[in-house]
């Protein structure tokens, strides 16, 4: 059974940077396409980006581009994000996704990690 493990969360001031981890255990990682995902207080879960099984190709949310960026290690099993510029509208849970093809991932099937909390304060 694949599963999926965020980390890295925590309260920041607006103007920091954060960096989330999401571990893959159960799994071929280097067969996954990695996304990450949010939700904020009292909204749906928003596509932040995603990051394709080799590393080689990745795309961004118009909101995050510049700010937020996805990279992998496939010997650790690992996916980041590492977010910089953090504002207080970035506030939500954050989720990463896994995917056999970019598709699953952008449409959010595949397998799911429980979230970690990012707050950003004004």
């Known amino acids: 059974q694949v599963q999926l493990v965020e980390s890295g969360g925590g309260l920041v001031q607006a103007g920091d940077s954060l960096k989330l981890s999401c571990v893959v255990s159960g799994g071929t990682f280097s067969d996954y396409t990695m996304g990450w995902f949010r939700q904020a207080p009292g909204k749906g879960r928003e596509f932040v980006g995603a990051?394709?099984?080799?590393?080689?190709?990745?795309y961004y949310e118009d909101s995050v581009l510049g700010r937020f960026t996805i990279s992998r290690d496939n010997a650790k099993n690992t996916v980041y994000l590492q977010m910089n510029s953090l504002k207080p509208e970035d506030t939500a849970v954050y989720y990463c996704n896994a995917g056999q093809t970019p598709l699953e991932v952008v449409h959010g099937t595949g397998y799911w990690g429980q979230g970690t909390q990012v707050t950003v304060s004004s």
């Open positions: 990051i394709y099984w080799s590393g080689s190709s990745t």
